[in-house]
């Protein structure tokens, strides 16, 4: 258990970046027009970033010997998980409101949004699923902590595309090889890199939660494409019938 703690001890320091990272990606579209937000986005935000302040004050509470507030932060963390579960997917149908306006060419395509709606929902679905883990395996500190720290490479996906398209954003597209997708390549590559070498460090490369992150991640680099595709299109708009006044 020493070992696990000893791996660990510095996590709450490295989990402040996460924090810089959905600061500054959310700061044009969220943090200076929160105001104007719809009731939805806050709630998102707010049991969000109640999610990265736990991921920073359990890794130090774990490791300095104070378990029993650990346990405490814990369970209250299984509703915060819920939170942020539920208020992601409520707002994803967005996603196709948008796409159905057409995007916001010719920087963003609808493609883009219609793609979107598919892939958040996969990285929610395997932030959940990592949450999950991570209960099941609350007395293997090993495989509980990896599985928390999981939680991240899922949760900061929003936050970090946000952070890579603002060269696309500031240059209004018009520098021809900066395209959507060119960056958002690079933006992907570099997260699955950040990934690995984690997984690396923590000697953790084969392990399920390291293997689901880069897999789930990865599929974000098929968003636009995914998004082309008029069957799904037609079949998104069914099921999530984005009518959503508060967008408006």
């Known amino acids: 258990m020493s070992d696990v703690f000893d791996q660990y001890k510095n996590a709450h320091k490295w989990m402040l970046l996460p924090w810089i990272v959905i600061i500054i990606g959310f700061t044009p579209q969220y ?7 719809p009731w939805a986005y806050h709630l998102h935000a707010i049991s969000a970033l109640a999610w990265y302040a736990l991921i920073i004050i359990q890794p130090y509470l774990a490791t300095h010997g104070k378990l029993k507030q650990h346990r405490f932060w814990g369970i209250i963390g299984i509703f915060i998980a819920g939170a942020v579960v539920f208020s992601a997917l409520s707002i994803v149908p967005t996603n ?15 493609s883009f949004f219609y793609g979107l709606a598919f892939t958040e929902s996969i990285q929610v679905l395997g932030f959940g699923i990592a949450v999950i883990m991570a209960i099941i395996n609350s007395k293997k500190h090993d495989d509980h902590a990896i599985w928390m720290t999981a939680t991240v490479f899922f949760g900061l ?25 060119t960056t958002l390549n690079i933006g992907i590559s570099t997260f699955l890199i950040v990934i690995l070498y984690i997984g690396y460090r923590l000697k953790k490369l084969t ?19 995914i998004g082309e595709q008029e069957w799904y299109q037609e079949l998104i708009t069914k099921i999530m019938k984005p009518t959503v006044p508060w967008v408006l």
Do not use: C, D, N
Request: no cysteine; aromatic share 18%.
């Open 157 to 181: 996906m929003p936050g970090w595309a946000r952070l890579i398209f603002f060269p696309v954003l500031f240059t209004g597209g018009e520098v021809e090889w900066l395209t959507l997708q």
């Open 207 to 225: 392990h399920p939660a390291i293997i689901l992150s880069l897999l789930l991640v990865f599929l974000m680099v098929f968003t636009i494409t």
């Open 96 to 110: 196709v409101y948008f796409g159905a306006k057409g995007g916001f060419p010719p920087i963003i395509p609808a």
């Open 31 to 37: 943090f200076m027009t929160w105001l104007s937000e």
